[in-house]
């Protein structure tokens, strides 16, 4: 029936070198029998798949607009937290420092959050985490201290 001396499995086409392939990088490509296939493979991806890049100005904008849209949603939990302090007998002028060190300390870990979403690896460096934290930490602190019924 079926000669068992041939192999009629699948097999891949072997890679053309003509001008219109747009895996072609120009290159020389080396004799497909002195490579392995984990090198052949290795190399397709190479060619297949772009450089990486840094983050891309659209990347930069929705960062804003997502930091745009926090910042109103703290001046709101802000003004809240004032008012809930003013319900609980603090003096109004406490209240009010304690709500803005609220937004602080919230606009600190979301300006944190956004740069690490944008680029980790550009951004998540004590360079820019360490203030960042230590803004957030201070204002986290002040916002406790200045709550306190006097």
């Known amino acids: 029936m079926a000669d068992s001396s041939q192999?009629?499995?699948?097999t891949l086409p072997a890679p053309q070198s003509s001008g219109n392939n747009l895996r072609?990088?120009?290159?020389?490509?080396?004799?497909a029998s002195a490579s392995s296939p984990a090198?052949?493979?290795l190399q397709?991806?190479?060619?297949v798949l772009p450089p990486a890049q840094g983050p891309q100005p659209r990347d930069y904008a929705l960062?804003?607009?997502?930091?745009?849209?926090?910042?109103v949603a703290f001046f709101f939990a802000k003004n809240a937290y004032s008012n809930y302090l003013a319900?609980?007998?603090?003096?109004?002028?406490?209240?009010?420092?304690?709500?803005?060190?609220l937004f602080i300390f919230l606009t600190g870990l979301a300006f944190a959050s956004v740069l690490v979403i944008i680029s980790p690896v550009k951004f998540l460096t004590p360079l820019f985490m360490v203030p960042?934290?230590?803004?957030?930490?201070?204002?986290l602190v002040l916002m406790v201290l200045s709550g306190r019924r006097s």
């Open 63 to 71: 960062g804003g607009g997502a930091l745009i849209v926090l910042l």
């Open 87 to 101: 319900g609980k007998r603090v003096p109004p002028g406490a209240a009010n420092a304690a709500g803005w060190w």
């Open 7 to 10: 192999d009629k499995g699948f």
């Open 44 to 47: 397709i991806v190479k060619q």
């Open 24 to 31: 072609d990088t120009g290159a020389p490509t080396a004799n």
């Open 39 to 41: 090198t052949q493979a």
């Open 132 to 139: 960042l934290g230590g803004i957030s930490l201070v204002a």
